[in-house]
């Protein structure tokens, strides 16, 4: 993934240990960073960490569904924040076809640009921003506050800071220590995962001139082994996104050769241009993509949003606006004063009705995507009729109803 200048400036270990703070925030993609930013336009006194500056890629889509464009409004970022080219077409490929559909509402923007908007706009807002740590442990203290032990990333030192409560935007990652609301967690991928293939993201960044994409085109390839995206960034960059069963990476050709198979099964797809940015590219990885972990943790002193609280294997595009949706109603509850203890309660409840739905309508979707003949069939039926698979495809990202929103 390209690397870019941190152009946030922080606070220091020394400083985030001056509080107290209402809350700490771990974890500053668009989860947390507008979790953060929620609270402390409220007049919390907040903490965001990370173990990255600004601005910073992660593996990703960078597809914005309408209700990511939503839930942007909702955060009435500064202009200059930068806007997401809008979405036009989709072109899916699978079985040697490929149907493209117009698709409307929703937009391409990096991380890089994203994430770095909303931690700006958080800083301003107020929030104390700590790049460059790791989270050694979270714990409580006497069921009324929690404690976050930091190590600097530079020297390791080492810093426990108290707060009324923490809020967890961790990402795909395993799990913190002291995070103990995953201890009962069973499977990960959730019931009925046993016997499933598990995949993993991949993700990475390739030159401007390696393929011939027009802005707001997404390709979508889908092959045995899974599926990958392409779509032109607002810097001209190509952004690749696969989910790629696991067994397929470990085997012969790792990460470029897991994704140039499901790229090489659509030919028309794989130009030798394209075909030797993917060899020379650096790729990185996910853990298994399909989790969940309980949303709240002692009796809500610890919070979990985005993907750290649920993350369905993706294909829809909708992991942005999911992450901001959870970090709204997180901050809501968290501001809700008549919760008192039971902020915990409160927040797993909305959470399971506001996601409910759409999680399980994608999980659905990428059932249906492990099924190589039907995918290939809808493809070619969508070329027979293209104004009627651009009515459809909205049903299937959650664009054609509420997705879930409250």
């Known amino acids: 993934m390209t690397t870019f200048p941190t152009t946030v400036p922080g606070t220091t270990t020394l400083g985030a240990a001056l ?23 409220e007049g919390l006194r907040v903490l965001l960490v990370d173990r990255a500056g600004m601005p ?21 970022l500064p202009l200059a924040a930068g806007v997401p080219i809008p979405l036009a077409t989709l072109a ?21 640009t994203l994430d770095t908007a909303i931690v700006e706009a958080a800083a301003a807002a107020g929030v104390d921003w700590l790049p460059g740590v790791d989270v050694v442990s979270v714990s409580t203290r006497d069921g009324t506050a929690v404690s976050v032990t930091l190590r600097s990333v530079a020297d390791g030192s080492v810093v426990t800071i108290g707060a009324d409560r923490c809020v967890l935007a961790t990402g795909l990652v395993d799990r913190v220590r002291g995070d103990t609301n995953v201890d009962a967690i069973q499977d990960r991928r959730g019931p009925g995962a046993a016997g499933k293939r598990c995949m993993i993201g991949l993700g990475t960044t390739l030159p401007a001139d390696c393929v011939d994409l027009p802005p707001g085109e997404l390709r979508m390839m889908v092959g045995k082994q899974g599926y990958c995206g392409i779509v032109r960034l607002e810097d ?19 990460a470029a050769g897991a994704v140039l198979a499901v790229l090489g099964s659509t030919p ?12 020379a590219a650096r790729y990185t990885a996910t853990p298994p993509l399909t989790r969940r972990f309980p949303p709240s943790a002692e009796g809500g002193l610890i919070l979990r949003v985005g993907d750290a609280a649920a993350y369905v294997e993706p ?23 008549a919760c008192g203890a039971r902020v915990g309660e409160v927040y797993a409840g909305a959470h399971h009705r506001h996601f409910v739905a759409p999680h399980a309508r994608c ?14 069939a809808a493809v070619a039926s969508a070329r027979i009729a293209p104004g009627l698979a651009a009515r459809v495809v909205p049903l299937f990202t959650g664009g054609g109803g509420r997705g879930g929103q409250r």
């Open 92 to 112: 899916l490929s699978s079985g040697g076809w490929t149907a493209r559909v117009a698709v409307g509402g929703g937009g391409v923007l990096s991380r890089e």
């Open 268 to 279: 028309d797809a794989l130009s030798p241009r394209l075909a030797d940015a993917l060899h």
């Open 315 to 337: 294909f829809t595009g909708e992991g942005i606006g999911w992450a901001l949706a959870s970090a709204r109603i997180a901050a809501d509850t968290i501001l809700q004063e």
């Open 236 to 254: 001209s960059r190509i952004d690749v996104a696969a989910a790629i069963d696991r067994e397929a990476v470990r085997g012969g050709g790792g």
């Open 363 to 376: 999980r659905r979707v990428t059932s249906w995507l492990q099924s190589p003949a039907l995918v290939t």
């Open 19 to 41: 509080g107290p703070w209402a809350c700490i925030v771990v974890g500053a993609g668009p989860a947390g960073a507008a979790t953060s930013l929620r609270l402390a336009r």
């Open 56 to 76: 910073r890629g992660k593996v990703c889509g960078c597809c914005l569904s309408p209700v990511a464009i939503g839930e942007l409004a909702r955060l009435a």
